[in-house]
């Protein structure tokens, strides 16, 4: 009963070479969010999309960059992998309200090896 | 942008004895405070939450505590078993986590001994 599904749960690619990571979610939540957890360290928020609005973290790299084609879906495309990329990634999403968000959730992640 | 301090780095305890994590949190208009657990390879699992609003929330052996004007929360983990091993992460957010994503305290790896 997945509710946030992370594909594929390992991914190689090669130095330089672009790379899609994809996200999908079945609990219909409005917000989507992409992490990045090196090794021994804390998640780190790359961006999110808040319905179909783009919130980029001010320190997000532009070699990083996110789609969301409809409600369940979402990518992370990374142009040009670098080895300082090799990372877990995570995606989570939540719903909001006016009270504040409700129901954040993890997928299971990707773990990026660059060779 | 919101900074989160997170204390102990390490916790060896006793099986059987408490743990406690400590968090502080740099911006006041933070309103939500989760706590997440993540095993090796695996992804973080919201254990506790807590809402500016409220200052303990409890669950089984799982409480956690927050102080609005020291801006700081704790985690505190009662009758410690070998399955509590794990990293514990805090985190906290402006407007209830709405649309700015968490801010993840460093993590604490809590070690139960037999």
């Known amino acids: 009963d997945a509710m946030v599904i992370q594909n594929p749960r390992y991914q190689v690619t090669q130095f330089g070479k672009p790379v899609t990571l994809s996200c999908s979610q079945t609990?219909?939540?409005?917000?989507m969010y992409w992490y990045q957890q090196k090794s021994s360290q804390a998640p780190k928020l790359l961006f999110h999309y808040y319905d179909k609005d783009f919130n980029n973290e001010a320190d997000t790299p532009d070699n990083f960059q996110s789609r969301r084609p409809n409600t369940s879906f979402c990518f992370l495309d990374i142009r040009s992998p670098g080895l300082g990329d090799a990372a877990m990634y995570l995606c989570a999403t939540s719903g909001l309200w006016d009270r504040g968000v409700w129901g954040y959730t993890f997928g299971s992640g990707t773990r990026l090896t660059v060779v | 942008g919101e900074n989160v301090e997170q204390h102990p780095s390490t916790l060896s305890v006793q099986e059987g004895d408490s743990a406690v994590i400590k968090c502080t949190y740099s911006?006041?208009?933070?309103?939500?405070f989760p706590w997440y657990k993540q095993e090796l390879g695996k992804r973080p699992q919201l254990i506790i939450d807590i809402r500016s609003n409220v200052g303990e929330k409890k669950d089984q052996r799982i409480a956690v505590t927050l102080n609005k004007t020291a801006k700081h929360f704790s985690l505190h983990i009662t009758e410690t078993q070998p399955e509590d091993s794990a990293v514990y992460f805090c985190?906290?957010?402006?407007?209830?986590?709405?649309?700015?994503?968490?801010?993840f305290g460093k993590g604490t790896h809590l070690i139960i001994q037999p």
């Open positions: 609990l219909n939540h409005n917000v």
């Open positions: 911006d006041s208009a933070s309103n939500y």
């Open positions: 985190a906290a957010s402006i407007r209830g986590g709405g649309a700015d994503g968490l801010t």
